[in-house]
């Protein structure tokens, strides 16, 4: 940084808005463009827009670049996330255009990459950092239009007529009004509705959409209502072909505010901005009036954080909670319309999230299982919870990258949407078959039978695109069915070569499964060899789904140490029993207190955080390697949302916990 801490900005992607950042930075009080990166430097006319600045051959020579500190991030969408993330791995500060990735999904990973690199990161909403904004913020707590009841705020515009060319009608380059323009009402109405509860934004706990898919795929025109916590309601709409008044409304109890293009503020080269309070049929005009151009808000905003040592924005309400927050808003109303772009497709997305071909690693522990051929690594990751393929990419990839080679599945995980999703995801990363333990499970109740074994397999293989399963659970049991004929029909799947390692039971009781054992043994059939139930530090109480079991307890350990069956356990770390919010007070998470809530369980759990004290760790991590540290084969299923969840879980992996101190942990 230059010894006037003046932040020196380069730009990738040198089109109309970088241009308009480019002056928002010329005529900003911190900032000074030095250089911008283009795959095609001798365009003629391209530095036309960007005066004084380098034209650099290429985006990675601009990562490269000594003499940049920030950069600026202004790609078509589908550039946001793989260069945000190249340019932080490189040290360097980012400032992403809106929207900062495709979805909310991609945005945390951006932002786990910025916290593990310490540098700041921010989505470029350039009309929240701005004094209109403050002072609309300022009447609606002054109460003049009473409580807030009502926001309607529109963004659209005509292109005319369908360019298949064009990015906005390009479904590959992510195109439509959602994401180009819809982020703002979006944005503003989550702003509006945070200030009536005097927060810098609020979420909403509903959000409905619909719209029309033209034909090229991509969303001509669209609306969503937003239902918030505090009963406020916003009625949001974008379009690409079709113009709207774009006026932002704001209705109370006692009137209304009104906004004409609220982003645009005071103009772009500054001037009057104009806030229309309407009460009882009169109307008073707050002028905003602002020298400063537009965009140097949020250059400066940026500037002075970069300058503080601070990793987002400090103005309230932009940092990265409000961005994620607001892609998700945007991911619920395109899923609303069934809206998914193609580069969010396995055949597009082969790659990972930043760009780069997904290779194995090796900093995941293996161990070896009876009857698997190949090592697994120590803990086995499950992905039910993610909407698409685009989601559940980023933590398969990562687990993948870092070692991992175990994965659940189910037939109706998600109707047979995780299959799908494992199936893809293999298949475009060219993951060699040989190297996954992969886990599929079936007849789960109602339809718990033995003939349902072989016709749900075949469809679970299909969608997994493989032949074959290393384990397989029967993921429920049904007693009034005979033991020997799950055997039976297990064993068949065993002798055709799709079962080609173990099989057993998910929520199987110990009786049950000895007399599956006894039945096999008797009659010349494979046994089971695997279970998969809740192992915990916690004992589950109360089953948190019909037919679960739980193999915590006294008795169940014993058996376990006694026969060695390998237990791939789910909700190993207690399902947040082991985090902040499972507190002895904090009673308003009714599955929490149901399942786990004791005070043998709380004496483990205090237990858990002093031991986690001592050695610099969280009590979720002690919770993990309590199972690992078993002296019977314990496999945890892990289950995380994001990147920094699956990093967080994978850390406790290098925890030894002592057989003295696995007994302690117990009490």
């Not at 009057?272 to 009036?289: A, F, S």
């Not at 927050?325 to 609303?336: E, T």
């Not at 998914?340 to 299982?369: D, F, H, L, Q, W």
């Not at 049904?478 to 799950?486: A, S």
């Amino acid at each position: 940084m230059t010894t006037d801490t003046t932040i020196r900005w380069g730009i990738i992607g040198p089109g109309r808005i970088a241009q308009t950042f480019a002056d928002g930075v010329a005529h900003s009080r911190s900032g000074k463009l030095v250089a911008i990166a283009s795959r095609n430097p001798g365009k003629p006319g391209l530095g036309d827009g960007f005066p004084g600045a380098r034209i650099v051959d290429g985006y990675e020579a601009l990562l490269a670049d000594k003499e940049v500190d920030a950069i600026y991030i202004a790609t078509p969408h589908t550039g946001h996330a793989e260069w945000a993330i190249k340019a932080i791995r490189a040290g360097k500060h980012v400032l992403v255009e809106k929207p900062i990735a495709l979805s909310a999904f991609d945005a945390e990973a951006i932002y786990y990459e910025a916290k593990k690199a310490g540098v700041f990161a921010g989505e470029a909403f350039m009309y929240r950092v701005h004094p209109q904004t403050a002072k609309l913020i300022e009447l609606v707590k002054s109460g003049i239009i009473g409580d807030l009841r009502i926001i309607r705020s529109s963004f659209g515009f005509n292109m005319g007529k369908v360019s298949p060319e064009h990015r906005l009608f390009a479904n590959d380059m992510a195109g439509g009004g959602i994401l180009d323009v819809g982020g703002y009402p979006v944005s503003m109405a989550r702003l509006i509705a945070g200030a009536a509860s005097g927060k810098p934004f609020l979420d909403p706990d509903k959000v409905s959409g619909v719209g029309h898919l033209g034909q090229t795929g991509v969303d001509e025109w669209a609306s969503a209502i937003l239902k918030f916590p505090n009963n406020v309601i916003a009625e949001v709409s974008c379009s690409i072909m079709a113009n709207q008044d774009n006026t932002l409304r704001i209705i109370g109890s006692e009137g209304r505010i009104e906004v004409a293009d609220f982003w645009f503020a005071s103009g772009h080269k500054g001037g009057v901005g104009k806030i229309q309070v309407i009460k009882g049929g009169e109307t008073q005009t707050v002028e905003v009036k602002e020298e400063r151009w537009l965009y140097s808000f949020e250059v400066d905003a940026a500037g002075d954080a970069i300058r503080a040592g601070q990793k987002e924005f400090a103005y309230p309400g932009i940092g990265w909670a409000d961005s994620i927050g607001n892609l998700r808003v945007l991911d619920q109303w395109r899923a609303s319309i069934g809206l998914e772009y193609g580069v969010e497709k396995a055949a597009k997305r082969t790659k990972n999230i930043a760009g780069a071909t997904v290779t194995k690693g090796n900093s995941i522990p293996k161990r070896s299982i009876p009857g698997i051929s190949k090592p697994a690594s120590l803990v086995t990751l499950g992905f039910e919870f993610f909407p698409n393929f685009a989601a559940a990419s980023l933590t398969l990839d990562a687990f993948y990258e870092a070692g991992g080679n175990a994965f659940d599945t189910a037939y109706v995980y998600g109707g047979g949407k995780t299959e799908s999703i494992f199936g893809d995801w293999h298949t475009s990363r060219n993951v060699p078959r040989e190297e996954i333990v992969l886990i599929g499970k079936g007849a789960h109740s109602p339809l718990c039978y033995p003939d349902m074994i072989a016709k749900q397999l075949d469809q679970s293989l299909n969608r997994l695109k493989t032949d074959y399963v290393d384990i397989y659970f029967m993921h429920r049991d049904n007693t009034d069915v005979p033991v020997g004929e799950f055997v039976d029909a297990m064993d068949a799947e065993v002798k055709a070569g799709r079962i080609r390692g173990i099989f057993g039971g998910s929520n199987w009781t110990r009786a049950r499964f000895d007399e599956a054992i006894a039945y096999a043994e008797k009659n010349g059939k494979t046994a089971p060899a695997a279970l998969s139930n809740n192992f915990s530090l916690a004992e589950m109480l109360d089953p948190i789904w019909a037919g679960c079991v739980a193999a915590s307890d006294d008795e169940w350990k014993a058996w376990l140490n006694a026969k060695q069956i390998p237990n791939f356990a789910w909700s190993s770390q207690g399902r947040g029993f082991f985090t902040d919010r499972a507190g002895r007070d904090k009673r308003d998470d009714e599955e929490l207190v149901r399942v786990w809530y004791s005070d043998r369980n709380f004496g483990r759990r205090d237990r858990a955080i002093e031991l986690a004290q001592k050695l610099g760790r969280n009590p979720i991590h002690i919770a993990l390697a309590y199972v690992v540290a078993q002296p019977f084969p314990v496999i945890p299923l892990i289950g995380p949302r994001t990147v920094a969840e699956l990093e967080d879980s994978l850390s406790a992996l290098d925890i030894k916990l002592t057989p003295e101190q696995v007994k302690w942990l117990e009490g």
